[in-house]
């Protein structure tokens, strides 16, 4: 049985990446628009001239759009079994774009959609999950049903300093971004249930890295033979003092550093 897994780009993974050599992986990218520029996401944009753009110029029309249906329906080729996996459908069309291309596929039972009903790292593991129950010989209905039940089990943890593209695109609770453009409180936020929410207030960005370390823990007790993502926009040097900090204080199997998408650093 040849299996292929389908993600979008809002995983950090782009067209080429490998995350096993014996099953396929395509990644279908979203578009960032500009004013009147497109920019395709699709790992090859510089994203150290791009970002500093947006947030200088109040007056840049901007917008991101999702995949199409065909697009994610021209990577159903050269497989037995796809297993596509999207960013949250609370904040993006792309899991109703893989949904309509499964009806058009040649033989819709072959395919199956999942929302990951949330972002970055997640997307990967849930891809890493369903991989390491190929290798175990599961079938097609084991493993959709198994990945569906392990998405309540991964979390995103995240420190955004700057809330303007999320309060202008509706992507986070216009109180609680305002609360903390004022208090000039830098949260925690995490991901549940596709939707942003603030896990704690945290005055400083150094101290709001300190108890993202902390709550690690707090969604995840026993962190042994478990694999940890880190993303990050224009700040390795960030995300490898995160990496050292986790390292000090937990086991993980594997530590990645991921840099962040085009679209995923834009909001």
Do not use: W
């Amino acid at each position: 049985m040849k299996y292929k897994i389908i993600l979008d780009s809002m995983s950090n993974l782009v067209q080429g990446d490998k995350l096993a050599d014996d099953v396929d992986l395509d990644v279908v990218p979203l578009t960032l628009r500009l004013n009147d520029v497109d920019y395709v996401d699709d790992g090859h944009n510089d994203l150290s001239e791009i970002i500093p753009m947006v947030l200088k110029d109040k007056k840049l029309e901007s917008s991101t759009s999702c995949p199409s249906p065909h697009a994610f329906l021209d990577c159903m080729k050269g497989a037995d079994k796809y297993i596509i996996i999207t960013l949250s459908q609370r904040v993006s069309g792309s899991y109703n774009s893989a949904c309509l291309a499964k009806t058009m596929a040649e033989d819709p039972s072959s395919v199956f959609v999942l929302d990951s009903m949330s972002d970055c790292g997640v997307i990967e593991l849930i891809a890493r999950k369903a991989i390491d129950l190929i290798h175990e010989g599961k079938s097609f209905e084991e493993i959709c049903d198994t990945i569906e039940k392990y998405r309540e089990e991964v979390n995103i943890l995240f420190i955004v300093d700057c809330y303007d593209t999320l309060i202008r695109k509706g992507r986070v609770n216009k109180l609680v971004a305002s609360i903390a453009s004022i208090l000039k409180i830098k949260p925690l936020g995490i991901a549940k249930g596709g939707e942003i929410r603030i896990q704690e207030k945290v005055r400083t960005l150094e101290g709001t890295v300190k108890r993202l370390i902390v709550n690690i823990e707090k969604f995840c007790a026993d962190t042994k033979d478990k694999v940890c993502i880190i993303s990050h926009t224009l700040n390795p040097e960030k995300a490898n003092m995160v990496k050292d900090m986790i390292q000090e204080k937990y086991q993980f199997k594997e530590i990645i550093i991921r840099d962040n998408s085009l679209v995923n650093s834009y909001y």
